[in-house]
């Protein structure tokens, strides 16, 4: 099916717009980005620009959001293991719309929607061509599922990203990865609310920090370079709903436990800025708000925990709303050892089977595969090879 | 008045005691400090130590704790501004014990106790003596009072830090700066709570988070060396009781106004070890939790964070539990002009005279004036000069 671009999205002001000032400072922008990944700035596109790839296909990877103390707030991204979306200008679909032509992979799903504002990707490709105003071509979308649905691991940010990806890349790649972040978020704010913590690092790579919403404020938190950090992912037979998961949550917190988190959360920044993989297992397992009530709706999860880290993880939480349970190393060796240990710690305290992998920190976040992706002929702009 | 040493302190604990472990990690320490201030470390003190110096005299600076939304877990010292304690071996003072000599300086006062146990800075001193075990020997202390009380700029904590700091370098240094923080907070536990986020800094300079109390883990923030870093601080002839300012805290946050502070305090500890002055200004600003209950307590507050920051300052708050309001900038000559403003808004908007200063980040912490102090002749250890 496809789908005017043109529908009644919110509308995204751009920085320069907004902002006349000649010497603006962050504070004054309504979108503020403090990151490195790329220089692409926020243009004011004055004309519908021009496809520049026939086809181009797009990888957005697995994301941790919250790392205990991080709640709604941090996430990072987790490498090799993603959704791949491809996007091909299509003169059978009409000029602004976006036809779903198929889903596949191993986590294709009959509850993935072909409908394209009932799918992730179909939902963020149609708000990255609603940002780069495009009117005059169709698109056809193919979605290729490679991570399982409502795991805790970004699924539906992965889809998304790499949607919005691949539609920027088709037309030379014009909105920055703020602009893409927005897109993204037009999806997640449908299935999981208006966070960005699983988008914003799908995008960006590496650990974000969403510091406001009004503005969109993200900081990309650079884990050093030198640093090896891999996520211990452990993932059960079990259904989490990210509905239920959020209804776990309390009202209010107590003054002790918000001084505490807030702490934690701040240690939780400068592990990563330091690149301390064992302060950063410490503060992700010291959460005292979210977690000690989403643990016991995971059957087994407190057991898995204990045995991260009695098997050598320097910390464990939940990955996101869960099942999945994350844990940090320092060396791929030992992850795959603490990995065993939380299968059979979910096998014998929860009853329930799981699946193990040993995934290093994802510094890129969402790509266009190149060497997939055409070039139009003689398209003039010459910006991609 | 003087006061026995061996008075029952809580027993503390020292890490080689308490982790035979050849390979330590932190989280496995009883305390734990993660900060580059000093090499000493906690020693077992199997002996008594004998004096090095006749006397000592020692500054600890004043600090501004809470900044905001790092309420009750991360504090700063600022340079230029603090208290001097000088301690000297007295023959006259039963070994073992402590007297009060004198208090002096622009913020002396009657409120003032010279019972050493009801005194800050002979708190401080009797703790630090109780730590190194000293019962042979007589001390005397003499306090200068740089800072007033209730002001907010970590009074009681300085006059600890000093007098911690002086006592030990009589005796040749021995005591970590973790020991000595712990000594500081025996006092701060009698006045103001058991709260580290004065004491730490004033101790260790520069930014710490207090991570935890049990363990006491404390983690020293480095501002890059290069940045330049300006305390705008004004306070207003208004008293502003701890008490009272602690009473007026919420029992309970909400889970938004949670996520939020959260992520300023998130975003304030990246803006410290990034020097990012206008960050760290963005983030002291955005508290949701505290100050908005506290502000409004104190006669022209809101104004006066309104005039900093329309005068150029990066972000402004209340410093500790007020009344003295504290904005920050990278330029001592802006500083000036911002101070000016917030005098000015504490009048009109507060009918309060206010004084203002502008002083940098202050980087070391508690020291021993060493010209000011005596070494012991034929000491025999030859450790101070």
């Given at each position: 099916?496809?789908?005017?671009?043109?529908?009644?999205?919110?509308?995204?002001?751009?920085?320069?717009?907004?902002?006349?000032?000649?010497?603006?400072?962050?504070?004054?922008?309504?979108?503020?980005?403090?990151?490195?990944?790329?220089?692409?700035?926020?243009?004011?596109?004055?004309?519908?620009?021009?496809?520049?790839?026939?086809?181009?296909?797009?990888?957005?990877?697995?994301?941790?959001?919250?790392?205990?103390?991080?709640?709604?707030?941090?996430?990072?991204?987790?490498?090799?293991?993603?959704?791949?979306?491809?996007?091909?200008?299509?003169?059978?679909?009409?000029?602004?719309?976006?036809?779903?032509?198929?889903?596949?992979?191993?986590?294709?799903?009959?509850?993935?929607?072909?409908?394209?504002?009932?799918?992730?990707?179909?939902?963020?490709?149609?708000?990255?061509?609603?940002?780069?105003?495009?009117?005059?071509?169709?698109?056809?979308?193919?979605?290729?599922?490679?991570?399982?649905?409502?795991?805790?691991?970004?699924?539906?940010?992965?889809?998304?990203?790499?949607?919005?990806?691949?539609?920027?890349?088709?037309?030379?790649?014009?909105?920055?990865?703020?602009?893409?972040?927005?897109?993204?978020?037009?999806?997640?704010?449908?299935?999981?609310?208006?966070?960005?913590?699983?988008?914003?690092?799908?995008?960006?790579?590496?650990?974000?920090?969403?510091?406001?919403?009004?503005?969109?404020?993200?900081?990309?938190?650079?884990?050093?370079?030198?640093?090896?950090?891999?996520?211990?992912?452990?993932?059960?037979?079990?259904?989490?709903?990210?509905?239920?998961?959020?209804?776990?949550?309390?009202?209010e917190i107590g003054m002790p436990h918000h001084v505490w988190n807030c702490s934690q959360a701040g240690a939780l920044?400068a592990a990563v800025l330091r690149g301390d993989v064992e302060g950063l297992g410490r503060a992700m397992s010291s959460?005292?708000?979210?977690?000690?009530?989403?643990?016991?709706?995971?059957?087994?999860?407190?057991?898995?925990?204990?045995?991260?880290?009695?098997?050598?993880?320097?910390?464990?939480?939940?990955?996101?709303?869960?099942?999945?349970?994350?844990?940090?190393?320092?060396?791929?060796?030992?992850?795959?050892?603490?990995?065993?240990?939380?299968?059979?710690?979910?096998?014998?305290?929860?009853?329930?089977?799981?699946?193990?992998?040993?995934?290093?920190?994802?510094?890129?976040?969402?790509?266009?595969?190149?060497?997939?992706?055409?070039?139009?002929?003689?398209?003039?702009?010459?910006?991609?090879?």
């Open positions: 099916m496809a789908i005017c671009c043109q529908s009644p999205f919110k509308h995204i002001n751009f920085s320069s717009h907004a902002n006349p000032n000649p010497n603006p400072t962050s504070r004054k922008f309504p979108f503020v980005c403090n990151f490195s990944l790329s220089k692409s700035q926020s243009v004011p596109l004055v004309a519908e620009p021009e496809p520049v790839l026939t086809s181009a296909r797009a990888f957005a990877p697995a994301t941790v959001a919250n790392l205990g103390p991080g709640f709604d707030f941090l996430g990072c991204a987790v490498d090799g293991l993603g959704d791949f979306v491809s996007v091909t200008v299509d003169p059978t679909i009409h000029p602004g719309q976006l036809s779903i032509s198929e889903i596949s992979g191993p986590f294709s799903s009959k509850r993935l929607s072909k409908h394209p504002l009932h799918n992730c990707a179909g939902i963020g490709a149609v708000a990255a061509m609603k940002l780069l105003g495009i009117r005059s071509v169709g698109l056809s979308l193919s979605l290729e599922k490679g991570l399982p649905l409502g795991s805790g691991l970004g699924s539906s940010a992965a889809s998304a990203a790499a949607a919005a990806v691949a539609v920027n890349a088709i037309f030379g790649g014009l909105l920055s990865p703020l602009d893409l972040v927005n897109a993204g978020l037009e999806s997640e704010s449908k299935v999981s609310g208006y966070h960005a913590d699983n988008i914003a690092p799908a995008i960006m790579g590496g650990f974000v920090l969403i510091r406001s919403y009004e503005p969109l404020d993200l900081m990309k938190l650079e884990f050093p370079l030198e640093k090896d950090l891999f996520f211990v992912l452990v993932s059960p037979e079990f259904e989490a709903p990210t509905k239920k998961m959020r209804a776990a949550l309390p009202a920044v959460d005292k708000v979210v977690e000690p009530r989403r643990a016991p709706l995971i059957p087994g999860m407190e057991a898995v925990k204990r045995a991260a880290v009695e098997g050598g993880a320097f910390g464990c939480t939940i990955s996101g709303a869960g099942p999945t349970a994350v844990a940090v190393t320092d060396s791929e060796e030992k992850g795959g050892e603490i990995g065993e240990t939380m299968v059979e710690a979910f096998r014998e305290g929860g009853g329930l089977k799981a699946v193990a992998v040993v995934k290093r920190l994802d510094r890129v976040g969402a790509r266009v595969h190149l060497e997939k992706s055409s070039k139009l002929k003689n398209n003039g702009m010459g910006k991609q090879e």
